[in-house]
Nanobody
Framework: VQLQAFGGGLVQAGGSLRLSCAVS????????MGWFRRAPGKDREFVAA????????KYADSVEGRFTISRDNAKNMVALRMNSLKSEDTAVYYC????????????????WGQGTQVTVSS
């Protein structure tokens, strides 16, 4: 199973970006997807997650109302739409998949993408 995240880049504060994650290979059973990020000098943190059929989503308080996670199971894709970006959103963003169930804990995610850099200039 491979996850590939893309869509990062440099954007001014207040701008928008859309990250995508392509899932290839066979992920057994129904799987939830999540986005996490790691800012320079900080631990990896949860950003957003979506359950296997897209009917349930969760967001970190810091991005609630600004970010939207979605998925297209027919295309094996997950997206993260980021609006009203702030300098504190600067980080490497990772997509991940879990077959454990509905979880926000990074330790319970089985598969990880390589990360894509998002830089927000103030």
């Amino acid at each position: 199973v491979q996850l590939q995240a893309f869509g990062g880049g440099l954007v001014q504060a207040g701008g928008s970006l859309r990250l995508s994650c392509a899932v290839s290979g066979r992920v057994g059973g129904r799987y939830a997807m999540g986005w996490f990020r790691r800012a320079p000098g900080k631990d990896r943190e949860f950003v957003a997650a979506i359950n296997w059929n897209g009917e349930d989503t969760k967001y970190a308080d810091s991005v609630e109302g600004r970010f939207t996670i979605s998925r297209d199971n027919a295309k094996n894709m997950v997206a993260l739409r980021m609006n009203s970006l702030k300098s504190e959103d600067t980080a490497v963003y990772y997509c991940a998949a879990t077959t454990t169930g509905w979880t926000l804990k990074s330790s319970q995610y089985d598969y990880w993408g390589q990360g894509t850099q998002v830089t927000v200039s103030s």
